[in-house]
């Protein structure tokens, strides 16, 4: 958690966004040690993208839906991508500002998942688990490499430590009905599988098998859940209680425990919000922190704090409003990036232009962080200051290396 905090908290002149008037930069903005932007608007052209039109018949960048964030940053996997680019592209992301650099066919389909923590495998909802630097290489000819896990709608999955070298753990969560009508898909019980991979055979050497989670709950929770998600190191999980005997229907957080199909609850929010996703685990031994899309904005939940933070940008100028599509992701480094609309209109309200894209944030320098801050200046420490551009660049490398990719 203060992984930011010894670089940061002695460099008086840290950019921290807009609403912070006065300061001097100590170091020039495009250092190493230099603060992230506090929020940067990516937009994504109809030359990437392709076309579609708007419910206003207005004509804007085909934007999709359902994304999911690599660690680094960098590539965006997002279901319903429009006619140019199939169900399933990935987005190539800049580093800090521009455009969308470019996009990749694959040969997913809609609701595609990756295998977080590592991005070693992006699974079909068939179970199939492709390679990713296949799909960067092969687009659309890429095949698949084994099938297993979990399957189907909202399935999820996370990437864990095997017994011996060259053998990893894959933990998918979803619930046994995701195939279901309209009135049950979305909800059911809580359900794991826990595949044992070869990953220079790439082949499935171990198969737990659909395991069922929270039954221990029922009297508590009910039995049926909605919008789970699995914690980066697949380690926790997150889901909402439909019919909960006791208190409100909002997000739980759980612990999957030694066992692997534990129910041990860690957390619950007091408050609506939308799908959750966790983000890397921090050194300090505290859970990773949050995200969620509520009502048209990502929110942010420390887990340090117990508290959310709205991450809207103040507007650039009268008329504008940045608006979420879908939940976010975390990157390892701390920001948090989400697909989002930028509408621009004149001062009456009028004359609206829409710009598609995925906006980069840093929880730490937002509205809502800075103004806790100078409440608790006590407390402050307990947050990093800010993600330094190093931060960003160094995971770059890490996952590039990873992966085969060039810078």
């Known amino acids: 958690m203060k992984r930011c905090l010894a670089r940061c908290a002695g460099a008086i002149g840290l950019v921290l966004g807009a609403g912070s008037p006065g300061l001097a930069l100590a170091v020039a903005p495009d250092s190493p040690q230099a603060c992230i932007a506090p929020s940067t608007f990516v937009e994504l052209t109809g030359q990437v993208a392709g076309t579609s039109r708007d419910a206003a018949g207005r004509t804007v960048a085909a934007l999709g839906s359902y994304e999911r964030i690599s660690p680094d940053g960098r590539f965006v996997l997002r279901s319903y991508s429009g006619a140019q680019l199939g169900n399933v592209s990935l987005m190539e992301l800049p580093a800090f500002a521009g455009t969308v650099v470019r996009g990749y066919r694959t040969p997913l389909s809609n609701e595609a998942f990756p295998v977080q923590g590592s991005w070693r495998y992006l699974v079909d909802m068939t179970g199939e688990h492709y390679r990713l630097g296949d799909i960067l290489q092969q687009q659309g000819k890429a095949r698949p490499l084994f099938r297993g896990g979990m399957t189907g709608f909202y399935a999820a999955a996370a990437e864990l430590p095997g017994s011996r070298p060259g053998e990893i753990r894959i933990r998918s969560f979803s619930w046994p009905n995701a195939g279901g009508d309209d009135e049950t898909q979305g909800q059911g ?219």
């Not at 098998?209 to 789970?228: E, K, S, T």
């Not at 999957?256 to 007091?270: I, Q, W």
């Not at 009456?348 to 806790?372: E, F, H, K, L, M």
Request: overall charge positive.
């Open 189 to 407: 019980a809580l359900s794991v599988r826990t595949l044992t991979v070869d990953t220079q055979q790439h082949r499935v050497t171990g198969d737990t098998g659909i395991q069922y989670l929270c039954r221990d709950r029922v009297r508590v929770d009910g039995n049926m859940y909605a919008l789970p998600m699995i914690s980066v190191d697949g380690t926790e999980y997150a889901a909402m209680p439909q019919m909960p005997v006791q208190g409100k229907p909002t997000m739980r957080v759980f612990g999957f425990g030694e066992s692997g199909k534990g129910c041990e609850l860690r957390d619950a929010f007091a408050h609506a919000s939308g799908k959750t996703v966790f983000g890397f685990p921090h050194q300090n031994g505290e859970g990773a922190d949050l995200a969620y899309e509520y009502r048209g904005q990502i929110w942010w939940y420390s887990r340090a704090l117990k508290q959310a933070f709205n991450l809207a940008p103040p507007p650039a100028r009268a008329g504008e409003r940045l608006m979420a599509s879908a939940f976010p992701g975390i990157t390892r480094d701390g920001r948090v990036i989400y697909a989002s609309t930028l509408r621009q209109c004149d001062a009456a309200g009028g004359n609206c232009t829409d710009r598609v894209g995925y906006t980069i944030a840093d929880p730490y320098q937002s509205a809502g962080v800075r103004a806790w801050r100078q409440q608790h200046p006590g407390q402050a420490a307990a947050l990093p200051r800010c993600v330094q551009r190093q931060d960003v660049l160094r995971e770059r490398a890490g996952f590039g290396g990873l992966h085969g990719l060039t810078p």
